[in-house]
């Protein structure tokens, strides 16, 4: 939705790279979640505090509609408290209706299993080389290699230099201009993205240009000794 993509390009104008960064290496940077998931506990907050509500009032009224509404097999606001609530395991939360429950442990609980289950399928895309088009594989192919904690990257704070510090970004979640990257845009086998600037014939990919580049022999030996 338009909140998620404002939050995105927010991000990614903050790393300093393209729009077409891949979505989830630019949120596992920087440690952040989909907008989806707060909105997910904002929606089970409110009706926890709904279903305490003064029976007389009328906010109950109204939760009493919607669940009419919902019996009745139509979709409304009670379809989203219940769907988040059983896709997170807490079925029993439902059928009791919050009742006897502690609120700010239960929220605490659903956090973290929300955020579990996003942490899963973020693990599971990461690793998906089912592509059709084996020209359009996995762009993160090398960041997998690296990147297993979900977590906000130390990098992001301790390089001050603001070209330096977006130039690790790009490199790490491949949005960048190496031939392994353009020749995937531009439909090349990746047999065909060779290095350009120097003549081993290897495919130019991030381990290439880090570790073995004629190209960058002098820089190499500089950073690394």
């Known amino acids: 939705n338009a909140l998620e993509k404002l939050q995105l390009k927010w991000y990614k104008g903050l790393l300093g790279v393209n729009t077409r960064a891949t979505n989830i290496a630019v949120l596992a940077e920087v440690g952040k979640y989909p ?23 009328l906010v109950y009224d109204c939760y009493i509609e919607n669940s009419l509404m919902h ?7 009670l ?3 219940k769907d ?10 439902w059928i009791q209706q919050a009742t006897d429950l502690n609120h700010a442990h239960f929220i605490s609980n659903l956090t973290v299993k929300l955020q ?7 693990k599971l895309d990461m690793h998906d080389d089912t592509k ?5 594989r996995n762009k993160l192919r090398t960041y997998r290699l690296f990147k297993t904690d979900y977590s906000f990257e130390n990098y992001l704070k301790g390089v001050k ?6 130039a690790i970004t790009r490199l790490r979640i491949s949005a960048h201009s190496l031939q392994i990257e ?26 290439h240009i880090i570790m073995k580049c004629a190209a960058y022999d002098n820089t190499r030996k500089r950073e690394f000794d």
């Open 35 to 57: 907008l989806a998931l707060d909105i997910a506990i904002k929606i089970v907050k409110y009706w926890l505090r709904i279903v305490n509500f003064d029976a007389t009032s």
């Open 71 to 77: 019996q009745a097999g139509e979709t409304c606001w």
């Open 79 to 81: 379809t989203s408290v």
């Open 84 to 93: 988040i609530l059983y896709a997170t395991g807490f079925q029993d939360v």
């Open 116 to 122: 579990n289950i996003y942490k899963e399928q973020w």
């Open 132 to 136: 059709i088009n084996l020209n359009q």
């Open 161 to 166: 230099d603001s070209n330096t510090r977006k």
């Open 182 to 207: 353009k020749g995937r845009h531009l439909g090349r086998p990746v047999a065909e993205r060779k290095c350009v600037y120097c003549t081993s014939g290897e495919i130019e990919d991030e381990y």
